[in-house]
């Protein structure tokens, strides 16, 4: 299993890190790290020399309510009330290195954990929490879907390994 990414650590310059987006900085800066150890939430930074950070991104497991998915996906599950999914919570570049295709690196590499993860642990979905419209359009450009009655968006396990597999 190669990923691009490691986990957050003290060696990483987590306060130099901004994306322009305070909720994003503020989360780097001064929770993720609790998070880690309370088991909240992993955080993975794609950061080459250890110390600067290029990019992050959060994973956890969630579920969602299956009348939150579309009908045709529905059609094919059983009845269970909740679903088990991976919630990629933020995903963020700094942006001095925006636009040079390391969101993408980064989101594939969530992807990638996300599913390998889900081999032992069961994800029916990725879901993501898009902050706002720009974020709605990064995600719906990959190929994410939204989930009905919530800002939220999805894309089936299925696909993702179809994707790595193809
Ligand atoms: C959104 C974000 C992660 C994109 O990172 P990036 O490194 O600048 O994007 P990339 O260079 O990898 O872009 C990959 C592709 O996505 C496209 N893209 C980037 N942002 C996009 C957006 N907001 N809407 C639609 N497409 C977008 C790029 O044009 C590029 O397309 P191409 O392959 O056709 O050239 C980055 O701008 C960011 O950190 N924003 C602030 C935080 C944020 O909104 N996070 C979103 C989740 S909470």
Redesign the pocket.
């Known amino acids: 299993m190669n990923y691009l990414t490691t986990l957050l650590a003290n060696t990483h310059e987590k306060a130099k890190f901004s ?3 305070a909720m ?1 900085d503020d989360y780097l800066h001064k929770q993720a790290r609790q998070d880690i150890r309370r088991k909240l939430s992993a955080c993975f930074v794609l950061s080459p020399d250890n110390k600067e950070i290029k990019g992050y991104y959060t994973l956890s497991n969630s579920s969602i309510p299956r009348s939150q998915l579309p009908e045709s996906i529905i059609r094919k599950l059983p009845s269970y009330k909740d679903l088990p999914v991976t919630l990629l919570g ?4 700094d942006n001095k ?9 980064l989101l594939v590499d969530a992807l990638k954990r996300s599913y390998d993860a889900s081999s032992s642990t069961a994800s029916m979905a990725i879901i ?5 419209q ?2 709605t ?2 995600y719906a ?1 990959f190929g994410f879907i939204p989930l009905r009655d919530s800002g939220r968006m999805f894309i089936p396990m299925q696909t993702v390994e179809d994707l790595f597999n193809a």
């Open positions: 994306c322009g987006k994003l933020r995903l963020a570049i290195f925006k636009g040079q295709q390391l969101g993408r690196l993501v929490d898009p902050i706002d720009q974020a359009g990064f450009r």
